[in-house]
């Protein structure tokens, strides 16, 4: 212990070590722009090489439109028309065996 400008202090520490560290995956699905207009690029990355489903649902839970895409290890770019949707608030839904995300977006 210490004694630092009237107050009493401690310090401690450990090294801690790992022999195996698990590796981080990274993935991430983006959209943009949101809102839109219908008209949108979907960026899938990390996800590894697969056929991939991408669902979009309505609100309701409704499938509206669906696609199927082969995503690579790296970055894939889908470019996607929704201008026959209504107005309104839309799930999109990136799925393939080790992998399922929903995001939402607004067509405007």
């Not at 400008?5 to 722009?33: F, M």
């Not at 690029?41 to 199927?68: A, C, R, S």
Request: proline fraction near 5%.
């Amino acid at each position: 212990m210490k004694w630092v400008g009237g107050a009493i202090g401690d310090t401690c520490g450990a090294v801690v070590g790992i022999n195996n560290p698990v590796p981080e995956t990274q993935h991430s699905v983006l959209i943009y722009p949101n809102p839109n207009n219908g008209i949108f690029t979907l960026v899938i990355d990390g996800i590894g090489k697969d056929d991939t489903q991408i669902n979009i649902l309505d609100i309701t839970g409704k499938l509206v439109l669906n696609n199927t895409v082969i995503t690579s290890n790296s970055e894939t770019k889908v470019p996607i028309d929704a201008m026959n949707l209504a107005k309104g608030v839309y799930v999109i839904q990136v799925k393939n065996n080790t992998f399922n995300s929903n995001i939402k977006f607004i067509k405007q």
